[in-house]
């Protein structure tokens, strides 16, 4: 590698890169899959989250699926307008408002899920299942380990000239 020297440095490198190369590859396919039912994946973490766990607010959603406050107001005003989805305030804590299915937004997300899942299993099948549960405890640690450097400031480049 141009200008790094440093051998863990190069393997950290080479291991991002088929990390990137990896996850670009299974949510293009995810997001194909997803089209056909005018879907993004986003949308669809926020349908399959409000199934699995209950109503949520905004900030739930957006720690759940990973998007900004802003993003996450988008994506449930389009679910929204499609009917998919209803914001309902909490009666004890009228400054929170939940997002929760509607029945057409249930019946769209208990349908498709199922799929979705054996989309994602499809595309994970080049490992055995001994192999994914190892790819996800390696996840699970590189993310939490990440998540604790987030503060860290990196260098990014050559300082400007003078």
Known sequence: MHGVTDPAVQEAVRAYVKLLRASRAVVMRME????????????????????????????????????????????????????????????????????????????????????HAADIAAAMAGLSSAELRQLGELLRRLGMQAARGQDAVALVGPPPAA
């Open 32 to 115: 194909k899959a997803l089209a056909s039912h005018d879907l993004t994946t986003t949308q669809l973490g926020v349908l399959e989250a409000i199934l699995h766990k209950g109503p949520l607010t905004h900030r739930e959603l957006g720690r759940k699926v990973l998007t900004s406050a802003g993003n996450m107001t988008d994506v449930v005003d389009k679910l929204q307008a499609r009917g998919l989805v209803r914001r309902v305030r909490d009666p004890l804590d009228r400054r929170l408002v939940r997002v929760e299915l509607t029945d057409a937004g249930l019946t769209l997300i208990r349908g498709l899920f199922p799929h």
